[in-house]
């Protein structure tokens, strides 16, 4: 754990101590990151990569410089007069139960659960609705510091088994066991080099399926940052070693592919579901095991979707037909049938067609097919019979995000979860057959959500596409152009920023400021088109979404740049990488997170590879010139007079690889304007974390603690003076 410097009680003792005036100023004693001589050929472009040494993570000139950035950053944070209050009101806004959406096996249900505080949420069983429940399992007891975490969890049909799988220090490798849920003992079945795969149990509670990678040659284990090649799928039998597993299927000649299996709730078919990257165009085809209580696992392939162009989930079945969600001629989704007698493309039945909103996810629950759509942004749950014939809305609780839907085809027990920007995530029980729902599990938190309020606007960005916008904050707010905002995107992989809970965004609306989420393009928000408009050659629209939502800010008064925080993780810490360089002027403070920051080698690393689907490659002469045009570390404008920058990363992130901040940090402390005046470029690397993933509580009350006082202390904000 990054503990800044000093033991976290003499921290906030000390801090309270610290006048003001020594909070160090410009200029900044930027460590030293001498520039090697390192020069790409790109298609007869030479490009300089001069912080390329800065890849050998575990090299002398790494470490040391990695040390001198943690040390440079911890005796900046640790002098913060706002951090031991944020921490302070951190630990009691945190300290809340959150609940994982049950499931239910064998007549029994399974959830997760973290009182508050505790550093990873607890697996529980509950016998029946109304009973008590117990812990079934309790990563905490694990590790002290709290850094393994459970990362799956699936029941036997008959219920009597647990397969779960962990993760240690915030890495995508997992390790899947098995446990006795009626005595909570571990079976011997231990499974290693498993990545984004999780086991599907057969009908017949003996095994299931699951998908690995070969083991590395190396006899000391994995390489956390190796790159990844030829996943397989394999069955597992209980009690036999892994060794003796049997291989299901493997695609020798397409090393870089994904390829899993579930099985249908009836036992009576196993879906393998094959994708070439992040983009969730994929091919299907059915294994038909026969008898469910003793599944034929040599059946061959039969071959369902045999192109590229869709995305196509089997989400339930009646016998031999399938009902299958695909964006197949319908950009916003729909849902067909397939009959298995006949399963070429012409015959496939629409069930429930496209319309103006995208259909996010869909279940077959009680006899009905749900779909889960989006509607600007927020959600709507929908139900109808299996002939297509609307049942009617399923009402939810107001504006926000239902994120998961639980229950069987045979069963009209529903549970669904519910969260806005101001209610945390509650569970709720619906009954189909009645039309009732009713709470399940809600929990409560030291925060009245009454005095603020959530919003939705629209407004044109540089091309006039309309972009939706949330805003939250208090209500009555004045709009003086002064008021703190939290600017938050991502815009990328499909995926859509609708309305949730969030702990950091609660203590900055109660420091009297604006969580601002704009719908950049890129996402999916609006289905295929919107993605794939912010993909590739097409990526510069998220990145002037994103300044138009800003702009908009300003020009209807409700801040100004030197109020505003510019945030992002991930493909949303690029967001901010590239937006900083293009317009430095933007705003006061940016928090770049886990970025995918020199997009002419992140393909290179761990599982970059998978993203060339919306982003390109630099192989590719067309992409090379896209990406060149905004990569952070390509574009960092010399002598610029940048905002006060707190990058974030981890040392055992193996998503994105953490070099990507190291080479940003180096290039923007060389290049920026590094005078009296100003703003400090600091980078704050986390020990024994990833990409953010079953990351401690600890961990993440520190981390945002340190991000709050940064942006606190730049913006002139005082929290324990705050309405």
């Not at 006899?367 to 009617?392: E, I, N, P, V, Y």
């Not at 729902?437 to 959500?449: G, H, I, V």
């Not at 993605?531 to 702009?551: L, M, S």
């Amino acid at each position: 754990m990054l503990r800044l410097g000093l033991p976290a009680c003499l921290a906030l003792s000390l801090v309270s101590r610290l006048p003001a005036t020594e909070i160090p100023t410009g200029p900044w004693p930027y460590p030293a990151a001498p520039p090697g001589p390192v020069v790409d050929d790109y298609h007869g472009t030479k490009v300089p990569d001069p912080y390329r040494w800065l890849e050998e993570l575990d090299s002398a000139p790494t470490r040391a410089w990695v040390q001198a950035e943690n040390q440079l950053t911890t005796d900046f944070l640790r002098r913060l007069p706002q951090r031991a209050w944020f921490r302070g009101r951190l630990n009691r806004l945190w300290n809340y139960p959150r609940y994982g959406v049950p499931f239910k096996e064998g007549g029994q249900y399974f959830f997760t659960k973290n009182d508050g505080l505790q550093n990873q949420p607890v697996l529980y069983v509950q016998p029946g609705l109304h009973a008590a429940p117990r812990p079934l399992f309790d990563p905490n007891a694990l590790a002290a510091d709290g850094t393994i975490a459970l990362t799956a969890a699936a029941v036997s049909h008959d219920g009597r088994w647990l397969a779960y799988a962990t993760a240690v220090a915030g890495s995508d490798w997992n390790e899947i066991r098995v446990r006795d849920v009626a005595t909570g003992r571990d079976t011997g079945d231990s499974l290693h080099w498993i990545k984004f795969s999780g086991p599907s149990w057969t009908r017949d509670s003996r095994g299931f399926y699951y998908s690995r990678y070969p083991a590395p040659a190396a006899a000391a284990g994995a390489d956390t940052f190796a790159a990844l090649s030829h996943q397989s799928v394999y069955y597992h039998r209980l009690g036999e070693p892994q060794a003796q597993d049997r291989l299901i299927y493997e695609i020798g000649d397409q090393p870089k592919w994904f390829v899993g299996v579930s099985v249908t709730e009836d036992g009576r078919y196993a879906v393998l579901a094959t994708n070439r990257g992040d983009s969730d165009n994929n091919l299907l085809g059915i294994f038909d095991l026969g008898d469910p209580q003793a599944p034929n696992l040599a059946a061959p392939l039969v071959p369902l979707v045999t192109t590229w162009d869709a995305e196509s989930a089997v989400i339930g079945n009646d016998g031999p037909l399938l009902y299958v969600q695909t964006n197949l001629a319908a950009p916003r989704r729909r849902i067909v049938a397939i009959d298995l007698r006949q399963p070429a493309a012409s015959p496939w039945k629409t069930i429930v067609p496209e319309t103006h909103d995208v259909i996010e996810s869909s279940a077959l629950i009680g006899g009905d097919l749900l779909a889960l759509t989006m509607h600007d942004a927020s959600s709507r749950l929908l139900a109808f019979g299996r002939d297509g014939t609307s049942r009617g809305e399923i009402a939810l609780p107001g504006l926000g995000t239902v994120s998961e839907l639980s229950g069987h085809a045979d069963d009209p027990e529903l549970f669904y979860n519910f969260t806005s920007f101001i209610q945390p995530a509650a569970n709720f029980r619906h009954d189909l057959a009645t039309g009732r729902s009713e709470p399940f599990q809600r929990p409560t938190l030291a925060f009245d959500p009454s005095r603020y309020e959530t919003r939705q606007v629209f407004y044109p960005s540089k091309d006039g596409t309309r972009i939706p916008m949330f805003l939250t904050a208090r209500r009555g707010l004045q709009h003086d152009g002064a008021t703190p905002t939290l600017l938050y995107a991502y815009g990328g992989f499909d995926i859509s920023l609708t309305p949730a809970f969030s702990v950091t965004s609660i203590a900055w609306l109660e420091l009297g400021g604006i969580y601002a989420v704009p719908n950049l393009r890129g996402g999916g928000e609006y289905g295929r088109e919107w993605h794939e408009a912010g993909t590739k050659a097409r990526k510069q629209n998220v990145f002037d979404d994103y300044i138009a939502a800003a702009e908009w800010l300003f020009a209807h008064h409700y801040t100004a740049p030197a109020h505003l925080v510019i945030s992002g993780a991930s493909n949303g810490g690029l967001l901010i990488g590239a937006t900083l360089n293009q317009r430095p002027d933007l705003c006061r403070v940016a928090w770049p997170a886990v970025g995918v920051m020199d997009m002419l080698r992140f393909h290179k690393f761990t599982i970059g590879y998978a993203w060339v689907s919306d982003y390109g490659s630099s192989d590719n002469p067309a992409d090379f010139r896209a990406l060149r045009a905004y990569s952070p570390v390509h574009t960092v404008r010399a002598g610029a007079h940048y905002p006060a920058v707190l990058v974030t990363t981890a040392d055992h992130d193996d998503r994105v690889f953490p070099a990507h901040s190291f080479k940003y940090t180096a290039a923007l402390q060389a290049a920026v304007a590094n005078g009296p005046d100003a703003l400090p470029v600091l980078i704050r690397i986390e020990t024994r974390a990833g990409h953010g993933g079953g990351k401690p509580t600890t961990k993440l009350i520190d981390e945002t603690a340190d991000k709050l006082a940064f942006a606190a202390h730049f913006l002139g904000l005082h929290p324990e003076a705050a309405p």
